[in-house]
């Protein structure tokens, strides 16, 4: 399983920016799809989860609102709409695929992909 997380870059406050999480070994249909972020010197965290029994999203609060998941079944490909940004939504945001259970535990996921730089200018 390969996952691949790609379309970030620098952007200003205020700004948008759509990373796509492109999944290859694994359908993400079948599986608890989750976006992270680590800004330097902080933990990682839970930014949304999509859960595979009931296909609802769930979002941090300091993303709910701004960020909205999508996805594209025939590309097995998720995507992750960032509007309004700022300067704290700065971090390497990365997907990751969890087939059991229900939920995007950070030290539960079973697949990770390699995360994406999103800098946020003020």
């Known amino acids: 399983v390969q996952l691949q997380a790609f379309g970030g870059g620098l952007v200003q406050s205020g700004g948008s920016l759509r990373l796509s999480c492109a999944a290859s070994g694994s359908t993400l249909n079948n599986n608890n799809i989750g976006w992270f972020r680590q800004a330097p010197g902080k933990e990682r965290e839970e930014v949304s989860c999509t859960r595979v029994g009931d296909g609802r999203t769930i979002y941090a609060d300091t993303v709910q609102g701004r960020f909205t998941i999508s996805k594209d079944n025939a590309k097995n490909t998720v995507y992750l709409q960032m509007n309004s940004l700022k300067p704290v939504d700065t971090a390497v945001y990365s997907c990751?695929?969890?087939?059991?259970?229900?939920?995007?535990?950070?030290?539960?996921?079973?697949?990770w992909g390699e995360g994406t730089l999103v800098t946020v200018s003020s």
């Open positions: 990751a695929i969890r087939g059991s259970g229900s939920g995007c535990p950070v030290y539960g996921m079973d697949y």
